[in-house]
């Protein structure tokens, strides 16, 4: 029988053996990396990104063992059982399809027997016509007039990677429509969209699978109420993004239009979706659209057919459990050397986060350690001056550097110190990776540098919507190859369920007090009926 488990497997205490050997002087990243041909032999093209995993704590034992886990494991397979509709969100009992997005093969993809395919080709085609409509100014507001600016209600999955991608595209929309996002329920995010938008040339787009989450629901109301306050009707402002037959996906609730999202699609894996689709079409054209799927396809065929030894997110996904479980690094950074992909951490933050930070495997037995790792990132050259005093000299943490060989602005060449800005760049980027692996001695303590501080580089030949969307597949990937590797499932999110539940008591407390002026917060706990408290009468303990 295949162990799904890594901590099952026969190289699991092999792989704590060669970590152990891995803080030899001898293993040191610095004489490591000038072995002959070091960065030949660690590094892979594929997918169409470039990743350099020399400056890895790897040795030739270490990584062979790693590879081995592939045969081991049946990782591929299960990859591709993923993208033929096999139910792996064992406890939602649902399929994981975010690649059948972006599938533009001709092959039947099943679920319950039914080919999910012409349902997608359905959706790309609507998203495709509205967008074009809205762009040629048929479809506009009560008014009459075009639409400006397209504001993304929606939290988490619903807005995170979105924003990657619009922030990281934003050079290449030429479509005079603006996007803003509205995730927050704190009245200030609210606030601020409106400040900045035209009521009368502006379409909300609401995004919710169950059109029940809280925040979402609250956002919507504030819209509504702030479009009516305008003079205008919530009904010729609004399109949404829901399951089908949700309570925002109801006739007596009219909206421009409704585009469906589907049970098999996670949230934080959704960007290639109408998730994403119906706001970054508005944004970019629905042809970049189409080409950052096209790139994204490109990257999943990558993932799921490309041996081991060369396949970029099998190999990162490795790598991350191999710093995590076996070298004891419990974060890692994702600092990409260009602005544009500065919302990249706080997306893959939530990819992995949430889809990797779990305490039982996928027959609900506890891991004998948690799973997952703490992701975070600005970009460089930012980050030098923001946290990378501790990474060089406090608690080291694994980092991917992302570089892009051709920057979008290539006509500001200006030199200083004799270099573009560019290529000053692409100086700190490469400078970095191998002053994190190096080190410098130094009699004085306090400016010594002990080095053996891993990372890897990727590069992106440019920031085309192609590229993009292969970076997008490339850490979705990883992660789910990551869960497969732990023994994990990557498709529920339980975790965030219990602070829920608790925020749905104190909201009727809440709601109790806002009819009853008089009432006490008698039904809550007293610590939590203290804060109210400061809420509402701005009486503080004590």
């Known amino acids: 029988m295949t162990p799904f488990r890594l901590d099952q497997t026969d190289l699991h205490p092999l792989l704590r053996q060669q970590a152990a050997a891995m803080a030899r002087p001898e293993a040191h ?16 093209r594929g ?38 509709g096999e139910r792996l969100n064992v406890t939602e009992k649902r399929s ?20 999910i395919m012409p349902e997608i080709r359905r959706v790309r085609e609507q998203i495709q016509q509205f967008c074009d409509q809205v762009h040629a100014g048929k479809i506009t507001g009560a008014g009459g007039k075009r639409f400006r600016h397209v504001v993304v209600i929606g939290i988490g999955g619903s807005y995170l990677g979105t924003e990657f991608v619009s922030t990281a595209l934003a050079a290449l929309a030429d479509k005079d429509i603006s996007l803003h996002y509205l995730a927050n329920v704190d009245i200030h995010n609210f606030g601020a969209v409106a400040a900045a938008i035209d009521p009368a040339t502006s379409l909300w787009v609401v995004i919710s699978k169950s059109y029940t989450t809280a925040e979402t629901s609250a956002n919507t109301v504030q819209a509504e109420q702030f479009m009516r306050d305008k003079g205008l009707d919530p009904a010729k402002h609004m399109v949404t993004v829901t399951a089908k037959g949700s309570p925002g996906d109801d006739p007596s ?81 994702i600092i990409p050397y260009a602005q544009p992909l500065a919302k990249l951490a706080p997306h893959v933050q939530q990819l992995n986060m949430e889809s990797n930070g779990k305490a039982v495997d996928i027959e609900g037995r506890p891991l004998s350690e948690p799973a997952g790792v703490v992701i975070f990132g600005e970009p460089g050259t930012n980050a030098q001056h923001s946290f990378f005093q501790l990474a060089h000299q406090g608690r080291p943490f694994p980092i991917d550097f992302i570089g892009v060989r051709t920057p979008q602005y290539s006509r500001y060449a200006a030199h200083s110190k004799g270099v573009t800005n560019h290529q000053e760049l692409w100086a700190n980027l490469l400078a970095q990776a191998r002053a994190l692996a190096v080190g410098q001695p130094n009699t004085d303590k306090a400016r010594e540098f002990t080095g053996n501080r891993p990372s890897s580089t990727i590069i992106l030949e440019d920031l085309s919507p192609e590229n993009v969307g292969r970076l997008l597949a490339f850490y979705e990937a990883r992660t789910v190859y990551e869960g497969f590797i732990w023994g994990i499932n990557s498709f529920d999110q339980f975790g965030v369920e219990l602070g829920k539940k608790v925020a749905d008591g104190l909201r009727a407390q809440m709601a109790g007090r806002n009819a009853r002026p008089d009432q006490d917060f008698s039904g809550t706990d007293a610590i939590s009926k203290a804060y109210l408290h400061i809420l509402f009468d701005g009486r503080y303990p004590g």
């Open 29 to 44: 990243l610095g004489k490591l990396i000038e072995s002959p041909r070091r960065l030949e032999r660690y590094s892979v």
């Open 47 to 84: 997918g169409g990104l470039f990743l350099d995993y020399s400056r890895q704590r790897l040795d030739d034992s270490s990584r062979d063992l790693l590879f081995q886990l592939e045969s081991r494991q049946g990782l591929r397979a299960r990859f591709a059982r993923m993208c033929q």
């Open 96 to 115: 994981v399809l975010h690649t059948a997005c972006r599938d533009f093969g001709h092959k039947a993809v099943k679920v319950d027997g039914q080919d």
């Open 253 to 333: 609730r009219p909206v421009l239009q409704t585009f469906h999202m589907f049970d098999f699609i996670g949230g934080r894996y959704s960007v290639t979706s109408a998730v994403g689709g119906v706001p970054l079409s508005l944004f970019l054209g629905y042809d970049r659209f189409e080409a950052l799927l096209k790139g994204a396809e490109e990257m999943d065929r990558h993932a799921l057919n490309a041996p081991v030894e060369e396949n970029l997110p099998l190999i990162a996904a490795l790598i991350s459990v191999w710093n995590t479980t076996y070298l004891g690094y419990p974060q890692q950074g």
